[in-house]
Each structure stands twice: as structure tokens, then as C-alpha cells.
């Protein structure tokens, strides 16, 4: 059975190290994502204005008159003094021909006060300028920039390989033979040495000491990629977590979606009265609205940084009803669960002290990837050696 395990870390780990070196080292980045995106394009954020901030809906229907080809789709209502709006913007379809525009998906950002464009970018554009590296880092890291979904699927199955990865890696460090205890210490030690063994401790003992915080991001990979298809039916097993809107809605024949005739205005008004009636005590911080299945959505705080997830309350954009409610801290034991992977994965879970920890793990990752990766090669070429001296 041991053989088994070597061979399927051996062959999981090659298959997977390069994604994982790649995704380690973004996600050690994105850790403080907006907070380096601030660094580095303060003119997108700093809003100078001051005074009482406008209606989202004056926001939204300020920019859609000035680009009549775009229309928003999502924004970030800052409720942070002298703080940006965001507004990100999806081509229309043209009506001659009922395809899109040739426009550019684009990011703008709103004095919320003044209403002032303060800037935009072109999201997902390569690469290294100050405005796209961090929009570019993202994509990179949840899609590898792919087209359609094929990034995410990708991805979401790295994730699966990781989560089992961790339980085989796990079972290769146990020894074999007693005194268990003495035998299984030597495994969290780097001793140091030659080339080969230092690798071969640093991939061991960094894995073993870190286990708890890389199965936690490993399941977190699994839930982001792949909520629906894998993670949602998984936890089900053990506690129920209903469809969200969006899954639930795209179950729907077309016609009974609906026209769109809730405005933005409409939307947000709806959002403040219902979160008052739940008692949400958090601002609205998000607003997004889906062209494919007719729905408005709410979210409540910024950046994720409730350690239990984000509240989020979810309108019909025909008649304006509630359609369903994600609020954190609440709902069974699989749905809290689930809202809890996005916090983890981030690190904000923890505040700053998790984005720390998420940072300095995403370089882990990616060491343990190429040691891995070294290990292998190292005992490729010994086996290679050993063959050529028995045939000469």
C-alpha cells in the first residue's frame, strides 16, 4: 500500500506543481490585493470631494449616459471618507445586430461625492503596468486568464488533487516500525546537509508543519472554483446547504426569468430596507446585478473582512422581491461552512494577522512545488544511474 501512496504523490505532485507553485505565488500576492492595488494607483481611490456621497444610482446612471455602448454590471460603494466608487462595465448588445459592442470590459472609478471619473482600466489587460498588474494577478490566479470556464475547471481540479495530495503526504511521513514517536520526530526536523537530503526535509517538514493551514486553503481552492459542481454536493453529505440564487435561478426556463425593470435606485433602496429589517448593521459595500438571470445582489461590508463572510440579500429585477438571503453567521452548519472558505482563502478571517499568515504561506506552496519537483528528478537520475551500472 506504501508504494501506491509514493506513486500517487509522486505523479499528483508533478501533475500539480506547476499550477501550485504558479497559484501559491499569486495567492501570496493577493493576500493584501486591495491594499497593494491602493499603493499602487492611488488615483484610482483617492475621491477629493467633500460633502454628502450620492445615490450608487446616480453613479451608475451618470457613467452608462457618458459610455451608451456599456452598461454596469457590479460596484463597490465605499463607506470609507474621501474613498473611491467602483464601477465595473460589460458591453451592451447592439440592437442591429444583438451581439455586443466592440468595447472593452472596463473598470471606472467615481468620486461618489462629486460624481467625478477619477479614472478606469481595462480589466484582465496584460500585465505588468501599475493599473493591470493586480486586475491581471487575479485572473491569473482563480483562471489562468483562460476563455470561458476552462480556467476554473482547471483549476478546481489542481484543487482536488491538492486536498488529496495533503491526507497521502500526510500518510508517507508516519514511519514504519516503533518506537513510533522517536521514528516520526525525525520527519519534522530539517537537518540540513547535502543538496538532496536539504530539499528532501524542507519538502517534509515544511509540509508537516504547515498541514493545518494548507488542507484549510486546499479545500478553500475547491469551494472557489468548484462550489457547485463539487464542494456544495460534498458538503451536503453531512449537513444540507440549499442552491444559491444564482444556481437555483439558472435551474429556470428563460421566460420565467423576467424583464429587467428594477433600477439601480430601486435595488439599493430595497437592499437598505430589507438589511434594516434583518438587522444587518454593516453598509452596503456591493451591488451587482446578473444580465443572465435577472437578479440584483446586495452585499453587506467591505472586502470580506467579517471573519464569518459577507451577508448578501438577493432581488428579483422584475418586481423587486426578495429572492433569497445568505447572511453570515446563520443557516446550517454546511451553508456556514461554506461562507466561511472565501474568508479563509483570503486570510481575512484572521485580519491582518491572516493575510500575513496566507501571504508567507503562498510561498510555501511554491517551495514545496519545486523541492518536490527536485526530489523527483533527483531519484530519476539515480534510477537512471542504477540501470546503465547494471547493464555495462
Same mark, same amino acid.
Given at each position: ?26 495567492? !501570496? ?54 474613498? !473611491? ?43 505588468? !503596468? ?263
Amino acid at each position: 500500500m506504501r508504494h501506491l501512496y509514493v506513486l500517487l504523490h509522486r505523479y499528483i505532485g508533478l501533475a500539480t506543481a506547476l499550477f501550485l507553485a504558479l497559484a501559491g505565488l499569486t495567492g !501570496s500576492v493577493l493576500a493584501f490585493n486591495h491594499e497593494i492595488d491602493e499603493w499602487l494607483n492611488p488615483s484610482f481611490y483617492e475621491a477629493p470631494a467633500q460633502g454628502p456621497r450620492q445615490d450608487p444610482g446616480n453613479l451608475v446612471d451618470k457613467v452608462q449616459a457618458e459610455h451608451p455602448h456599456l452598461q454596469v454590471w457590479y460596484m463597490e460603494y465605499p463607506d470609507e471618507p474621501g474613498h !473611491s466608487a467602483l464601477l465595473a462595465m460589460v458591453p451592451r448588445n447592439d440592437p442591429a445586430t444583438d451581439k455586443p459592442y466592440a468595447e472593452k470590459n472596463t473598470v471606472f472609478y467615481l468620486d461618489p461625492v462629486s460624481g467625478q471619473t477619477l479614472g478606469q482600466r481595462y480589466w484582465g489587460e496584460c500585465c505588468f !503596468s501599475r493599473e493591470n498588474f493586480m486586475p491581471f494577478v487575479l485572473e491569473l490566479h482563480y483562471n489562468l486568464t483562460l476563455p470561458g470556464n476552462w480556467g476554473l475547471w482547471l483549476m478546481g481540479v489542481v484543487a482536488i488533487l491538492w486536498v488529496l495530495d495533503c491526507f497521502i503526504a500526510l500518510l508517507l511521513t508516519l514511519p514504519r516500525g516503533r518506537p513510533f514517536w522517536r521514528k516520526w520526530s525525525t520527519a519534522w526536523k530539517i537537518k540540513g546537509g547535502h543538496a538532496y537530503r536539504l530539499n528532501m526535509d524542507i519538502h517534509r517538514a515544511g509540509g508537516l508543519w504547515l498541514w493545518l493551514l494548507l488542507l484549510p486553503v486546499a479545500v478553500s481552492s475547491v469551494a472557489m472554483n468548484l462550489p457547485s459542481q463539487v464542494f456544495k454536493p460534498a458538503v451536503s453529505l453531512f449537513s444540507p446547504v440549499e442552491p444559491s440564487v444564482y444556481e437555483a435561478r439558472g435551474r429556470l426556463p428563460r421566460e420565467e426569468l423576467g424583464q429587467t425593470q428594477l433600477t439601480w435606485h430601486q435595488a439599493h433602496q430595497l437592499a437598505q430596507q430589507e438589511g434594516q429589517r434583518l438587522g444587518l448593521t454593516a453598509p452596503i459595500g456591493e451591488l451587482y446585478y446578473s444580465f443572465e438571470y435577472n437578479f440584483y445582489g446586495a452585499g453587506f461590508g467591505q472586502h470580506d473582512t467579517d471573519a464569518q463572510g459577507k451577508s448578501w440579500l438577493f432581488f428579483h429585477g422584475t418586481d423587486g422581491r426578495l429572492l433569497g438571503q445568505e447572511i453570515a453567521g446563520q443557516g446550517t452548519l454546511g451553508e456556514r461552512f461554506y461562507r466561511l472558505q472565501l474568508p479563509i482563502h483570503g486570510g481575512r478571517i484572521l485580519g491582518t494577522t491572516g493575510q500575513v499568515m496566507i501571504a508567507v504561506l503562498g510561498l510555501v506552496i511554491a517551495v514545496l512545488s519545486v523541492t518536490g519537483v527536485y526530489i523527483w528528478w533527483r531519484k530519476l537520475l539515480a534510477r537512471r544511474s542504477g540501470r546503465a551500472r547494471r547493464t555495462a
